[in-house]
C-alpha cells in the first residue's frame, strides 16, 4: 500500500512547506483519504483514478478541495465521485458546501454520462471495500462526528485516528489487529496550548505519548494533522520525547507497507 500526503502550502521557491494547512492523503493513486488539498495538489494520474473519496469528518481543512475536484471533473466524468461519509457528514456538506449558495448541488447535476457526485454512508464499525482496499471505521475522540479508519490491502494493515482527543475504542481496534505496518495519529498544538487542544478535542505531544502508551503494536508512528503555526513547536517536543519510531509525516513524500 503506497500513501501520500498531498501538499497544499509551499515556500517561495514553490518546494512544500513544512507547515501544511490542510488534509488529503491518497492512497495507490486511487482512494483519497480526506479531501483538503485534493483538487490543488493531486497529479494528473491521481485525478484521472481517483472517483472515491472517504471522508472522516466535515472540518473545513479536510474537505476543503471537494468541491473544486468534482468541478474540475465535471464536464469528463464517465462515472460519478463517490464521497463516503458518515450522515452527519454528508448532511455537513449538502446544507453548508453544496447548497447553492456556497457551490452547486452536485449531487442533483448530470453530465451528458450521469451522476457527478453520488454519497454513500456508513456507520462506525462498518467495513468499506474501496477498489483493492478494505477501510474499516472505528470510533475516535474529536469535536464533531469524526471516525478514524483501519486500512488493509492484500499484504499490509495501517491505522489512522484523523482528528481526535484520547481515545479508547480506536485502541482497542488498532491492539486487535494481528499486526499493524504504520499508524498514522494527529498532534495538532504543543503543549502549552493543552488548554485549546482540550476544548477542541486535539492532542499535544504529552498527551500523544500518554495515547501511545496504549498501543501494543511496534509498528512506525507518524504524526499528522499538525497546525502550521504551531509546527515549530509540536516539532521540537515531539523529538522531546524521544520515542524511536515516532516521527511527523512528510508532505508529498510516498510511503510504502
Ligand atoms: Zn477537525
Known sequence: MKLQLLPSTFEKDGSAS?????????IDDC???????????????????????VLTHAHLDHIAGLPLFVDDLFATLESPIRV?????????????????????????????????????????????????????????????PTVGFII?????????????????????????EKSLDAILIECAFPNGLANLAGISHHLTPKALEQE??????????????????????????ISGL???NLSILEVGKIYEW
Open 18 to 26: 513544512l507547515k501544511q494547512h490542510l488534509a488529503s492523503f491518497v
Open 242 to 244: 524521544e520515542i524511536p
Open 84 to 144: 463516503h461519509g458518515q450522515q452527519e457528514v454528508i448532511e455537513s456538506l449538502e446544507n453548508h458546501i453544496f447548497n447553492w449558495e456556497i457551490y452547486p448541488r452536485f449531487s442533483e447535476l448530470t453530465n451528458e454520462n450521469g451522476s457527478v457526485l453520488e454519497y454513500h454512508k456508513f456507520s462506525i464499525g462498518e467495513t468499506l471495500a474501496i477498489k483493492h482496499l478494505k477501510f474499516r471505521s472505528v470510533s475516535v475522540n474529536h469535536k464533531v
Open 212 to 237: 501511545l502508551t496504549k498501543l501494543r503494536h511496534g509498528c512506525p508512528i507518524y504524526v499528522i494533522n499538525v497546525k502550521p503555526m504551531y509546527r515549530d513547536s509540536v516539532a521540537d517536543e
Open 152 to 176: 488493509k490491502d492484500e499484504a499490509s494493515t495501517i491505522a489512522f485516528t484523523s482528528d481526535t482527543s484520547k481515545m479508547s475504542e480506536f485502541w482497542n481496534e488498532v491492539n486487535n
Open 31 to 53: 482512494v483519497a483519504l480526506d479531501a483538503g488539498s485534493l483538487a490543488m495538489s493531486a497529479t494528473p494520474l491521481q485525478r484521472k483514478n481517483i472517483r472515491d473519496v
